[in-house]
């Protein structure tokens, strides 16, 4: 799964700006997702495929909110290949597609404790009684701490 991002220049509204498209390719497939993000076409780095900070004496193009609105669309996608990938569901169009539309959002959240709960169960038979013992009361000073 691959994901870029190109400036829609046949879409320029009547400010000259032109909406950002976040291109997703899965398994030869394309899917087009626009964050609501618009920029001028001098601003936009097509290497970095970022919005490119302004110079001294231009006005302010917002680059660093944009840039970071980017930067998040583009962090959910690839925490969505993580999960698909760890849990070995298979990226699909559809999958991807309603994941970012948050159709599905079954992320479980893992905290310290419950995490060292599961390794104390997991692992009780293959440690020695004696280290069973011992994570067991560390996890007690801990859960009372």
């Given amino acids: 799964m691959q994901v870029s991002f190109h400036l829609r220049k046949d879409k320029l509204n009547k400010d000259g700006l032109a909406p950002i498209r976040m291109l997703i390719s899965v398994d030869g497939s394309k899917i087009f997702k626009i964050p609501a993000v618009k920029s001028l076409i001098n601003d936009w780095d097509e290497k970095k495929e970022r919005i490119k900070p302004n110079k001294k004496l231009e006005t302010y193009n917002f680059y660093i909110e944009y840039n970071k609105l980017i930067d998040e669309a583009e962090n959910q996608l690839k925490t969505i290949l993580r ?3 760890l849990n070995n569901i ?3 169009v559809s999958e991807v597609k309603n994941r970012l539309d948050n159709k599905i959002n079954d ?3 893992i905290t310290f404790m419950s995490g060292f709960e599961e390794f104390i169960f997991k ?4 440690k020695a009684e004696r280290a069973t ?3 067991v009361t560390v996890f007690n000073f801990l859960k009372d701490f």
């Fill in 90 to 92: 298979k990226p699909t």
């Fill in 123 to 126: 692992n009780k038979n293959n």
């Fill in 107 to 109: 992320f479980e959240i």
């Fill in 133 to 135: 013992k011992t994570y």
């Fill in 83 to 85: 999960y698909l990938i």
